[in-house]
């Protein structure tokens, strides 16, 4: 019983986390203590284990190259259940954003995307002036067109590197000047709300 307990009391020992540790080392100059940076997020994580590692190292190299290419991030996330995160599915999507400091690099310009597979539920949202433009209340309806279809199949490559090519076209759209709701065919129904 002893050694079971000793066992045990290592194992957590082992388990706690660097920072701890860290924390508590007396530094002998706390102004030459460099800032923390924050936890490097990758474009594309797959916690559902949707994707074959080889299609989410492809996807992670298009949304890399494109986010670089217009200077707007651009983000999937899946996971089993939202509700580890948050009780609504916009509120994780803030939350990881606001987390890993998503757009640093961009001036704030990101779209994200996130799926969650327990209710088979998304959500994508748009931030900064470029994210806003390409999602906004008319325009999303071109990106959600390019995708969704897929998703209603199960293609979760396809579904994803489809997002990635309307957010593409969108951001190209928005460069040139051209109209980013063009094609949106939106509607205003008689309570006053859009409708696609």
């Known amino acids: 019983m002893r050694l079971l307990i000793l066992l045990v009391c290592l194992g957590l020992t082992?388990?706690?986390p660097a920072a701890f540790?860290?924390?508590?080392?007396?530094?002998?100059?706390?102004?030459?203590?460099?800032?923390?940076?924050?936890?490097?997020?990758?474009?594309?994580?797959?916690?559902?284990?949707l994707l074959?590692?080889?299609?989410?190292?492809a996807l992670e190299d298009k949304a890399a190259a494109l986010s670089e290419q217009h200077a707007c991030g651009l983000y999937i996330v899946t996971v089993e259940d939202f509700t580890a995160l948050s009780s609504n599915i916009?509120?994780?999507v803030k939350g990881i954003q606001s987390y890993y400091d998503?757009?640093?690099?961009?001036?704030?310009?990101l779209v994200i995307l996130l799926l969650s597979m327990?209710?088979?539920?998304?959500?994508?949202?748009?931030?900064?002036?470029?994210?806003?433009?390409?999602?906004?209340?008319?325009?999303?309806?071109?990106?959600?067109?390019?995708?969704?279809?897929?998703?209603?199949?199960?293609?979760?490559?396809?579904?994803?590197?489809?997002?990635?090519d309307a957010c593409d076209s969108q951001l190209t759209k928005l460069e040139n000047g051209e109209d980013v709701n063009e094609g949106a065919d939106i509607i205003t129904g008689p309570d006053g709300l859009d409708y696609h």
């Open 14 to 16: 082992l388990c706690l």
């Open 118 to 164: 327990n209710d088979r539920d998304y959500w994508a949202e748009g931030s900064g002036s470029s994210g806003e433009a390409i999602y906004s209340v008319e325009s999303s309806w071109l990106i959600e067109d390019a995708f969704l279809d897929n998703f209603k199949s199960n293609d979760w490559y396809g579904g994803f590197e489809d997002f990635l």
């Open 102 to 109: 998503l757009g640093r690099d961009t001036d704030g310009n």
């Open 21 to 49: 540790a860290e924390d508590a080392a007396p530094t002998e100059d706390a102004a030459a203590v460099e800032e923390t940076a924050a936890p490097v997020f990758p474009y594309v994580l797959d916690q559902a284990g």
């Open 52 to 57: 074959r590692d080889s299609q989410r190292e």
């Open 90 to 92: 916009r509120s994780a």
